[in-house]
């Protein structure tokens, strides 16, 4: 695989083939081509990469369908990934705090993913 393109969706194979450091490379390589600002390009990229690599898991979680919804939704690819990395994040935040339930435990992850909505997505991204 030669380049990232967020709103193209990479072969699942081909994409899990590549080394963790090659993803990130390539995630940051678009947006430093596209000439998207953002306050940490590294760490915008890992989200890109998790939301990607769990795309490429396929049907296993929910989250290749909540990207297909909002597609369907009206938001292009790369805004669905954006919206997803946002619900991962408030995820990680959550299991991060003391007394969480631990990282195994994925069900709130994937029910705040079915309750994601272009419309509740455009809310907290405006």
């Known amino acids: ?17 590549l080394a ?6 390539l995630v940051q390589t678009y947006h430093r081509r596209a000439r998207i600002r953002l306050p940490n390009l590294k760490l915008h990229a ?20 909540t990207l297909e919804r909002l597609m369907g939704e009206n938001l292009d690819r790369h805004e669905a990934i954006h919206a997803i990395s946002f ?3 408030m995820h990680l935040n959550d299991i991060l705090k003391p007394g969480a339930t631990g990282p195994q435990d994925h069900s709130a992850y994937f ?3 079915e309750g994601l909505t272009a419309e509740s997505w455009r809310r907290e991204a405006g």
């Open 111 to 113: 029910a705040r993913l």
């Open 87 to 89: 619900v991962l994040a």
């Open 20 to 25: 963790e450091s090659e993803r990130l490379s």
């Open 46 to 65: 890992v989200f890109h990469v998790i939301v990607e690599n769990q795309i490429a898991t396929g049907d296993e979680i929910p989250v290749k369908r």
């Open 1 to 17: 695989m030669q380049r990232y393109d967020p709103l193209v969706p990479p072969d699942p194979q081909t994409w899990l083939a």
